[in-house]
């Protein structure tokens, strides 16, 4: 698998980072952007939308929320609709799969890529690799 990088302000990641515990994230002294295993992002999203039920600053929860789905969207792909296809698919991204996000799409997913980079800022020479770039529907600077 590969890695992606997406952009994101330092706001999304200290969110992701105070509901979940990453573990061995790589983060950039210089602008704030980390590397970070896409099981584990995941685990965060599921994680931070659990628990916003409990938050104080509901619209702000919301707006999070939003970010948190449009980077979500980028790195998981959800099965074929078709019964032709899904048995193929299925068995190709067992291993891959997210069970957490049946809930929250309705559907079978599994993940596209191994490491996610969440960039805070784009032209910070950190984490030089070949990762292809997400739209960039999850910014939020």
Same mark, same amino acid.
């Given at each position: 698998m590969? %890695?992606?990088?997406?952009n994101t302000s330092r706001a999304v990641i200290e969110v992701l980072m105070d509901v979940y515990e990453w573990g061995d994230v790589a983060e950039c002294g %210089?602008?704030?952007s980390v590397v970070i295993g896409a099981k584990h992002f995941a685990d965060a999203v599921v994680r931070f939308w659990n628990g916003? =039920?409990? =938050?104080d600053d509901e619209e702000k929860a919301d707006e999070i929320s939003e970010v948190l789905r449009a980077l979500l969207d980028q790195v998981v792909e959800v099965a074929p609709k078709s019964n032709d296809e899904f048995g193929d698919w299925h068995e190709r991204?067992?291993? %891959?799969m997210l069970p957490a996000l049946l809930e929250y799409y309705h559907d079978f997913v599994c993940l596209k890529v191994e490491d996610i980079i969440l960039r805070t800022d784009g032209?910070?020479?950190c984490f030089p690799t070949n990762a292809k770039n997400g739209s960039g529907d999850g910014q939020s600077n």
């Open positions: 590969e %890695k992606i990088s997406l %210089k602008c704030g916003v =039920s409990d =938050s991204n067992q291993h %891959k032209t910070c020479p």
